[in-house]
């Protein structure tokens, strides 16, 4: 087959999973499943994560695949939803992140309905400005869920928040601003299981922000921080590759293009080959071409980003010459990319 292909390892995967809980202890890991795992295959990450407690699914959606894979497993939604996916959450047994009071009202509002019992983890908004209570509003939103938690249709199971991660001090003042939402929770008569307010960055580099869980994606992945350096311990779980289609002088056409997701922007990395890095010149439509390299022949393969060994960079390196994430260099890859798993 000549498509491209994006190889994935199992037990890469689960390398990094212990990595990160061993790096984080005894906070707890949350494994972030958003966008399809990252764009590794939600099925087979979810599987592969053995010993994980606790998922993040983002949307409802992903959580209730989670859930079927998972029966037992803490998951946790965030996204704002509507009233039929709050029901089905529900009585799906899903934790929800509640960042609005209109938001909590409809929970409130479904768990009545259903009668049962909604497990719900607040957000106070530190400064990020993606969703959350503001601190001057936090009071009467915790007194509000407070009142749900009374009539048995609320239990205030978690507090939550994002991070900037604009500076050190900004995060710090962010935490300070955290530490007095959960005070103040608790001091409403609540007992919040689990804080959480650190993701994989600050998980991982700043352990005095870490709370009783950190929800962990991108590191899971083997995909570091645009700008920063190497996680240790981890390594890239995915790799693409695509096969030489034909060789002209010092040019090399590969099989895979923009209709793959190959962002055309990215022309002029490094990617790998059987005689190591060379440059990636241009990307078409469906054909990208490589600088060539001495007995380069049609059926060879080149690494485009990950785990072949032939010089290639890791996909942040790549995001970083678009000013993105490297996450988004694997997110974006089509159907066309051929998706293989192994151990």
Known sequence: MTAPVLEMSRSVFRANIAACAERIAPSALMLVMKDDAYGHGLDWTVEAADGVAWFGGYDVGTALRIRALRGTARVFAWATSEDDEIETALLAGIDLGIGTAPYLRRVIAQAGRLQRRARVHLKIDTGLHRNGVRPEDWEA??????????????????????????????????????????????????????????????SWWRPELRGSLCRIGAFCYGIRSAGGPDIPGTAPVAGLRASVRAVDGDEVTIGIGGFDGLPSTIAGAEVGTPAGARPLRSIGATTSVVGSWPDARVGDDVWLFGAGGQGEQDATALAERIGTVGEEIVTRLSPRVRRVVGE
Do not use: Q, Y
């Open 141 to 202: 939103f915790v007194a509000e869920a407070r009142a749900a938690e009374h009539r048995g249709l609320l239990e205030v199971v978690g507090v939550w928040s994002h991070l900037a991660e604009a500076s050190d001090a900004e995060d710090d003042e962010a935490a300070a601003e955290f530490r007095s939402a959960g005070d103040a929770v608790r001091a409403a008569g609540s007992s919040p299981e689990v804080e959480h307010l650190t993701a994989s960055a600050a």
